[in-house]
């Protein structure tokens, strides 16, 4: 089923299994669909949480939420019934971080979960094909990032080398167990797995995407460091798909300075005092840190799904003058994400997926957060980090609903995302990764209440008639 397609079938009646969500004054009815279980998350705002039905809501369940994660160390793939209320534990999994879980979506029909997991012997990730019917496991031979809209294949990045650029969605193993990428390699890109066989094989790597791809990837600016993939997500109709693709010049943080940095920023999480403060102390990671993101040169590419017709949609120069996280349009052929187009300050903007001029949407208004749009192409969905220029600056994080043609914006609830633990390191943060469900009525999205991480549903039907 294309995430454009809206599904016709009726909602379950949230008031009867779950708690209304009546802080700051929800401007729809919001429920909390996880209240009896803590430290829980859903994916991300590129795909439903909520199955093909209607019915069910998948999520992660971290260990524990005040510290990054060891290696080897056990998650939990939780399903909720949203007509009864219920949750249950379905399995385990080692395959996870902390801001996208283990990357649970659901296949065809509410009968698959796929998710990822680690061998542990190997420190091999994979991904997992669940039957919730059977209770049977089968693992792939690839690692899930996007499931297509028909639920039949998988695109993923290398998920043991996403940490290079950045903490928090693919799956620990030992840093030792990380490949570190020279150039534009061969053995890594875009991988792709067949889930009814399991199959898997490297769709293209980031060499070929470089001597195929656009001019300006194969720069001199690119001659000293090296390529990584990152985001990779079907289109609507699975006809294209989108690719993050970062370079790190040589001067980056090395793999010891990075594997320093992640025991520091346990110390501070766990209070250890000694260590704890000669992390504070450490003005020069930081300084290294930052100058790592200041370097990076990030590059938004989409092509076709054999591999071929690579086009650049944002440039790395485009992209640093403030730019993040693109989505697709529900039609497939634009993309929305916040760029500073003008220079001026960061807005919305609708970009052609085949390359082309950005187009300013609800040009009043500053973007922020994880921009979705309705499957009507006018309302845009997103929110804000606590930090954000439009976000209160309480902690707490806005849901907001723009009319893309009149500019009117409507902040739909208010939710604390500013968690208490983690010694405020950043892959620790609680996005609340607003999601649209297939009808288009329902939006799924994070909060961090009483202390720890929840689920939330806003019904949205009253406002869009």
């Known amino acids: 089923m294309s995430s454009a397609t809206v599904n016709t079938n009726a909602p379950p009646d949230l008031d009867r299994s779950f708690p209304r969500y009546t802080e700051f004054g929800p401007l729809a009815p919001t429920w909390c669909?996880?209240?009896?279980?803590?430290?829980?998350?859903?994916?991300f705002f590129d795909s439903s949480p909520i199955s093909p039905s209607g019915r069910y809501l998948a999520l992660t369940r971290l260990p524990y939420e005040d510290r990054l994660p060891r290696p080897g160390d056990a998650a939990e793939i939780v399903v909720v019934d949203l007509e009864t209320g219920d949750?249950?534990?379905?399995?385990?999994?080692?395959?996870?971080?902390?801001?996208?879980?283990?990357?649970?979506?659901?296949?065809?029909?509410d009968r698959e979960l796929l998710y990822n997991d680690v061998d542990t012997q190997?420190?091999?990730?994979?991904?997992v094909s669940f039957d919730l019917t059977t209770g049977a496991r089968r693992a792939l031979d690839g690692t899930i990032y996007h499931i297509s809209p028909d639920g039949r294949t998988a695109v993923s990045p290398c998920l043991k080398r996403t940490a290079a650029t950045q903490l928090g969605y693919g799956v620990w193993v030992p840093e030792a167990e990380r490949p570190i990428n020279h150039g534009a390699t061969r053995d890594d890109g875009i991988y792709i797995t067949d889930i009814p066989t399991g199959t898997s094989r490297l769709l293209v790597s980031l060499a070929e995407i470089v001597e195929r791809g656009p001019a300006e990837l194969r720069g001199p600016k690119y001659a000293h460091g090296a390529f990584y993939g990152a985001h990779v997500k079907w289109s609507p109709a699975g006809d294209?798909?989108?690719?993050?693709?970062?370079?790190?010049?040589?001067?980056?943080?090395t793999t010891r300075a990075r594997k320093q940095l992640r025991r520091w920023a346990m110390a501070v999480a766990r209070r250890i005092p000694g260590l704890a403060a000669r992390a504070r102390r450490n003005q020069g990671l930081a300084g290294a840190i930052k100058r790592q993101s200041k370097l990076m040169r990030p590059n938004?590419?989409?092509?076709?799904?054999?591999?071929?017709?690579i086009r650049m949609v944002v440039g790395a120069d485009a992209w640093r003058r403030g730019g993040h996280h693109p989505n697709w349009y529900p039609d497939g052929r634009n993309i929305v994400m916040n760029l500073n187009r003008d220079g001026d300050a960061i807005r919305f903007v609708r970009?052609?997926?085949?390359?082309?001029?950005?187009?300013?949407?609800?040009?009043?208004?500053?973007?922020?957060?994880?921009?979705?749009?309705?499957?009507?192409?006018?309302?845009?969905?997103?929110?804000?980090k606590p930090g954000e220029i439009v976000a209160a600056g309480d902690g707490t994080s806005?849901?907001?609903?723009?009319?893309?043609?009149?500019?009117?914006?409507?902040?739909?609830?208010?939710?604390?995302?500013?968690?208490?633990?983690?010694?405020g390191h950043l892959a620790l943060r609680v996005d609340a990764h607003p999601a649209w469900d297939r009808t288009f009525r329902r939006i799924v999205f994070n909060g961090y209440v009483g202390g720890t991480r929840r689920v939330y549903i806003t019904d949205i039907a009253g406002l869009l008639t």
């Open 87 to 109: 949750e249950r534990i379905v399995d385990e999994t080692r395959g996870w971080d902390t801001q996208l879980g283990a990357q649970t979506q659901w296949g065809a029909s």
């Open 122 to 127: 190997c420190w091999r990730p994979f991904g």
């Open 300 to 309: 938004l590419l989409t092509l076709s799904p054999d591999g071929s017709d």
């Open 351 to 384: 970009i052609p997926a085949l390359g082309g001029a950005p187009e300013l949407l609800a040009p009043a208004l500053h973007g922020s957060g994880h921009p979705s749009m309705h499957v009507d192409g006018v309302h845009l969905l997103s929110d804000a």
């Open 240 to 253: 294209r798909l989108m690719f993050v693709l970062r370079w790190l010049p040589r001067t980056s943080l």
């Open 33 to 43: 669909v996880t209240p009896r279980t803590d430290r829980v998350i859903h994916r």
């Open 398 to 423: 806005p849901i907001r609903l723009i009319d893309t043609r009149t500019g009117q914006e409507r902040i739909l609830a208010r939710i604390l995302t500013q968690s208490s633990g983690g010694g």
